[in-house]
């Protein structure tokens, strides 16, 4: 069965430190794997990746697929409250003529001032 | 530009009634597909509908239908509402729906309809 998993499911850091999201997959005719941060209710486009080793970066945001290993990470630098959010993987099933998302639970992130 | 819009924004529900959902689309986005987003959870893949034709089906029961208007906007109606239906439900469009570029099917969020069943 087609699976994201992602981790941790919630972190409370201080503004200013670096964190780490993860975003482990297992799905078939892999397309593409997304980042959206939500934060109230619509989910806002991030990033996507597509090729394994290129770097995906906006501002203190950054973005690495490891197709190899079937995982993703997206790092936050120098914190701030507002990026204070939930933040969810999705990844691409190219099926047939439509591509299915599959979204993990997502990492609930509380930047503390 | 507008965005994705959807109505309503809220709505409480009894069991057993039909409950119906409406979104539109960016301008010039052609597919749409719903999510149902539980307390918690990520979004989880309910239709998409590119061009008026079903495009994919999630596991969701029969209750759950859909359609696609010539306007490209959607609908979404739940029947015989359960307890379990109470979610956030959202839209999402997108250019194409499968086909061409991967930046083309980067789907686009409404703010979603919080439905409550009591």
């Known amino acids: 069965e087609d699976k994201v998993v992602q981790s941790p499911l919630s972190l409370v850091v201080h503004e200013g430190d670096t964190v780490t999201l993860n975003c482990s997959y297992e799905?078939?005719?892999?397309?593409?794997l997304l980042w959206y941060k939500q934060e109230k209710k619509a989910p806002t486009f991030l990033f996507m990746l597509?090729?394994?080793?290129i770097e995906k970066k906006s501002g203190r945001l950054s973005s690495i697929l490891d197709k190899k290993e079937l995982f993703s990470i997206l790092n936050i630098t120098a914190t701030q409250t507002g990026d204070s959010a939930v933040y969810l993987c999705?990844?691409?099933?190219?099926?047939?003529?439509?591509?299915?998302?599959?979204f993990g639970s997502g990492t609930k992130l509380n930047v503390k001032p | 530009d507008a965005g994705v819009t959807q109505s309503p924004t809220h709505l409480i529900k009894t069991r057993g009634q039909h409950v119906t959902l409406r979104c539109s689309p960016i301008s010039g986005h052609k597919s749409v597909s719903w999510y149902q987003q539980v307390l918690g959870q990520g979004p989880q893949f309910i239709f998409q509908?590119?061009?008026?034709?079903?495009?994919g089906r999630g596991n969701f029961p029969d209750r759950f239908s859909a359609r696609q208007f010539p306007n490209y906007s959607s609908e979404l109606n739940v029947n015989a509402l359960l307890l379990g239906d109470s979610a956030l439900y959202l839209c999402?469009?997108?250019?194409?729906?499968?086909?061409?570029?991967?930046?083309?099917?980067?789907?686009?969020f409404g703010a979603g309809s919080r439905l409550t069943v009591l």
């Open positions: 999402a469009s997108s250019y194409q729906g499968g086909q061409g570029s991967s930046g083309a099917n980067v789907l686009t």
């Open positions: 799905v078939t005719n892999f397309r593409s």
């Open positions: 999705a990844v691409i099933h190219r099926r047939y003529n439509f591509n299915k998302f599959y």
């Open positions: 597509t090729s394994s080793g």
């Open positions: 509908y590119y061009e008026k034709e079903e495009r």
